[in-house]
């Protein structure tokens, strides 16, 4: 804009918009109602592996419970393994909603109205980057995702498995829903082993109170599961709290950008991401819920509705 100084940057070399072009600049009242609302990708894939997460964890957790620890009468066993899996399992998939229902960080589509650069105050000469393909004012470290069709602030990456992309605003709940897994599928491999000892050494019809190729079957799949979703997301822990640390997300680190901002020392990019000092509230995905409000989603496309 010749005005105020200031360069529009975009790649396509799109104009700014126009009050008319079917995008409402976003005021701060409009982004603070989609802050009470809950954030929801409508991706057929995604919910797909989403609900598939959540049965694979019921599955578990019914082996654990039904099959190998109401059947013990050890209650010295069954009853503090089966409060700890249980509690693993609960945290798990509280953490998964938290992570699939919150906004990362999406920036609001179509901000990129004359009115709103001015409103901006910028400084003469100052470059300002365009999304062409949402069509908003892209922020710095910001990636656009095809599966969200949003522009989202410190985007690590999309994934399926909570239907979500992990950003700014949800990567700690995905942190701790890749820690809670992997520690229940430690618990479901000790407990499996314990269960083939018992079984081996006593009656496989005494030991569970399904049958023995029954109970094998059970037994075997929950291994496999347990391996697989321990490898997975002991992984994906580990490479998160490289990237927290690092203050450098993944889609950044395999472009090998040349970082433009000053990097957070360690313990700051934690509290960053986790919130405050150190203590026990960073285990828990429960802080900062609260009830939203049904709201519909006033103008239809896109993938993502609100409620």
Not at 172 to 178: D, K
């Amino acid at each position: 804009m010749p005005s105020s100084g200031h360069r529009l940057r975009d790649v396509e070399h799109h104009p700014l918009l126009t009050e008319n072009d079917g995008y409402a600049s976003a005021s701060p009242s409009a982004e603070a109602d989609a802050a009470d609302r809950v954030w929801f990708i409508r991706d057929g894939c995604g919910m797909v592996c989403a609900v598939l997460t959540w049965l694979l964890v019921v599955y578990a957790d019914f082996v654990v419970t039904f099959v190998m620890l109401l059947p013990s009468e050890d209650l010295w066993f069954s009853v503090p393994n089966g409060a700890a899996f249980n509690c693993l399992a609960v945290l798990a998939l509280a953490s998964h909603l938290r992570t699939m229902l919150t906004d990362p960080g999406a920036v609001p589509k179509g901000n990129a109205t004359k009115e709103h650069m001015e409103s901006l105050q910028l400084k003469p000469g100052e470059v300002v980057y365009k999304c062409p393909k949402c069509c908003c004012i892209k922020p710095e470290r910001a990636h656009h995702c095809s599966i969200c069709k949003r522009c989202i602030r410190k985007m690590d990456h999309h994934c399926p498995w909570v239907n979500n992309c992990v950003g700014e605003k949800n990567q700690r709940f995905f942190v701790l829903f890749t820690m809670y897994i992997a520690l229940a599928s430690v618990h479901a491999l000790v407990l499996c082993a314990l269960q083939f000892v018992s079984c081996v050494r006593g009656q496989w019809t005494e030991c569970s109170g399904f049958s023995p190729p029954v109970t094998v079957t059970l037994l075997i799949f929950l291994c496999l599961e347990g391996l697989l979703f321990f490898t997975f997301t002991a992984v994906m822990f580990g490479t998160q709290i490289h990237s927290i640390c690092n203050d450098e997300t993944e889609i950044e680190r395999l472009k090998s950008e040349k970082p433009t901002w000053e990097r957070r020392l360690r313990w700051e990019g934690m509290q960053s991401v986790f919130g405050g000092p150190p203590s026990l509230l960073w285990m828990n995905p429960f802080v900062g819920f609260r009830l939203r409000r049904l709201q519909t989603r006033p103008r239809k496309g896109g993938p993502e509705f609100s409620v």
